[in-house]
């Protein structure tokens, strides 16, 4: 009889998304990152967690990976910690090495579900402290973060329904960026989507290609694991296919104002 792990401790704090897009003279560099894992993160002060992931073709959701784009998602017990690991030389190393670049830190407003058996939990006061409180309480943009471990049996009939819903979710109106991530090929998949309002987001989950995904997934009951969670934009900065968004110094970023100049930049590479 197996015996199933048991669950770890809830985590809490805020989040730090990375997606960068690599030269193609620093596509090396980029593929020792997923070697390497979380180890270069281990003494970042007030890291709870760290996941490098590589991304499908274009930085989307597909069986073909890309040679160049990549996330990292990381979680911090307190939003001042969180600031200081964006400024230092780790993310600095991203930045030098990438076409493009996005990075936004980000307050839990809900979550269900777990990854690797430990289950999320809203930010907390404490954890944002006043300047985070305060920007909390602003009109922003909010993120979607989806992370499912696949049965392996079951990863071709997951697969089937993949593409058209990323298809539509790239193309969803109100959807201001969507990256498809992923841990391990085919089968720990995430999908992290920046939306202009609740509406906006609701409208594609509840219609279309996903819906059908989400419908077939739990009748087939194609995930051993998954979390959802919900995130509102405390700063952010960068640009990414092509658009460029609030620099993290301004917390005042809306969801009208976050896309301020869009150069008109080559075609993803990969």
């Known amino acids: 009889m197996e015996v199933s792990q048991p669950l770890h401790d809830t985590l809490s704090g805020v989040v730090v998304v990375l997606l960068a897009d690599f030269l193609r003279q620093h596509q090396g560099w980029g593929w020792l990152r997923l070697v390497a ?17 590589g991304s499908g073709h274009g930085g989307g959701f597909s069986l073909r990976p890309s040679a160049t784009h990549q996330g990292l998602i990381c ?7 969180a600031l200081q690991f964006l400024d230092s030389p ?24 777990h990854w690797d058996k430990q289950a999320w939990q809203a930010s907390s006061p404490e954890s944002l ?10 009109s922003a943009p909010f993120a979607v973060l989806t992370r ?30 969507a990256m498809g991530l992923g841990e391990a090929p085919l089968v720990r998949q995430c999908t992290f989507s920046l939306w202009q309002d609740t509406a906006a987001m609701l409208q594609y989950a509840h219609q279309g ?25 405390l700063q952010m900065a960068g640009v990414w296919q092509g658009r460029s968004f609030d620099p ?20 993803s590479h990969v």
Request: positive net charge.
């Open 248 to 267: 993290l110094a301004g917390p005042t970023a809306t969801a009208s104002s976050c896309a301020l100049n869009v150069p008109a930049l080559e075609p």
């Open 75 to 81: 979680t911090f017990s307190h939003l001042d910690l």
């Open 148 to 177: 499912a471990s696949i049965v392996p049996t079951k990863a071709m009939a997951f697969w089937r329904y993949a593409p058209a819903a990323q298809a539509d979710l790239t193309q969803a109106p109100g959807c201001l960026l």
């Open 37 to 53: 894992g979380a180890t270069p993160y281990k003494d970042v002060p007030g890291l709870t967690m760290a996941k490098v992931m």
């Open 209 to 233: 290609a996903h819906q059908a995904a989400s419908a077939a997934a739990y009748r087939h009951q194609f995930f051993s694991e998954s979390l959802f969670v919900r995130m509102q934009v």
């Open 129 to 138: 402290g006043p300047q985070g409180q305060a920007e909390s309480d602003r």
């Open 90 to 113: 780790l993310v600095q190393a991203y930045r030098s090495r990438a076409r493009e670049c996005w990075r936004g830190v980000l307050s839990v407003q809900s979550a269900r579900g």
